[in-house]
């Protein structure tokens, strides 16, 4: 299954409370499109930025569970190769 | 040890063993720099994006080891929060 790095800006202050509830409403709403299984966040609360890992069988499948959750992606990217 | 998350722009048509060789030159540079350990690399050769995720104990020293590998980040983020 194709996996992405999505990136959200203006997350300036977010708490990890707050991260906490965005995600469990990505996990809640990942139901709804089949394959899409968020994986893992993290979150620069002084730049504002949030990162998540996820995987899906496209783009727009992972960009509807952010929709639904209340938080668009404001870019994602296909990251086809992976390293560690 | 505090996480960064760091974005390298212009790497269109990046391969698999691309990405292999410059992460290794990041894992043999990391010794040179004291708690600096890098994790993991994703990579989007279509958009030409970079993500790696490494903790250390500040963003310079980062930053240091990717310019002793020769491929300085474009960005680097302190992700104090991790959700999973």
Redesign the interface.
């Known amino acids: 299954m194709p996996?992405f790095?999505d990136v959200h800006h203006h997350m300036e202050g977010?708490?990890?409370e707050a991260?906490?509830e965005e995600?469990a409403k990505d996990l809640e709403h990942q139901q709804s499109e089949k394959g899409v299984r968020f994986?893992?966040?993290?979150?620069?609360?002084?730049?504002g930025?949030v990162?998540c890992?996820s995987e899906g069988p496209d783009m727009n499948s992972v960009q509807r569970v952010h929709e639904k959750a209340g938080h668009r992606a404001d870019e994602i990217?296909?990251?086809?190769?992976?390293?560690?």
Chains 1, 2 share one sequence.
């Open positions: 996996r790095m977010i708490t990890p991260l906490h995600h994986i893992k966040a993290w979150a620069d609360p002084k730049a930025k990162f890992l990217y296909e990251v086809s190769i992976e390293e560690e």
